[in-house]
């Protein structure tokens, strides 16, 4: 007994027709497109906070400065190499309610930075509260290699 089998046509699609459309849609899209214009800058004024401390009221801090060659100075007072632990002692008894602002040269050694740290926590007071300023070089100025 024979089977007839019937030849099936191969179904394709056709590439060449969707890429031409493809094409135009794309050059449709480019054309049309509408690209958004930049908004105009809003001029915010924000409310102040009624009750907000003034410049008066903000307590002032003492100044623990290090300069770039690794001197270190409290308040406008030199500190002698090695002596920083005995002047911060006597800065927290004479001083107990004032607090200390640490103000860095970008170009300071790390080992002095290492030995300010050491020294504040010898004498009680918290690297939390000593709040850090950098002193950047002028510009134009590279900073020094360590």
Request: glycine letters at 6%.
């Amino acid at each position: 007994m024979e089977f007839i089998s019937v030849k099936r046509k191969k179904m394709d699609v056709p590439i060449i027709p969707l890429i031409d459309i493809l094409t135009i849609l794309l050059i449709f899209f480019i054309v049309t497109t509408t690209f958004k214009e930049p908004k105009p800058v809003l001029n915010v004024e924000v409310p102040m906070a009624s009750g907000v401390a003034t410049s008066q009221s903000v307590e002032k801090r003492a100044t623990l400065s290090v300069s770039a060659d690794g001197k270190i100075a409290i308040d406008s007072v030199q500190v002698l190499p090695g002596e920083l632990d005995s002047y911060l002692e006597a800065f927290v008894s004479v001083n107990p309610g004032k607090k200390l602002e640490l103000k860095i040269d970008q170009a300071c050694p790390f080992g002095t930075m290492v030995v300010v740290w050491e020294s504040l926590t010898k004498a009680g007071i918290g690297l939390k509260d000593v709040p850090h300023r950098v002193r950047l070089p002028a510009s134009g100025t590279p900073p020094a290699s360590q």
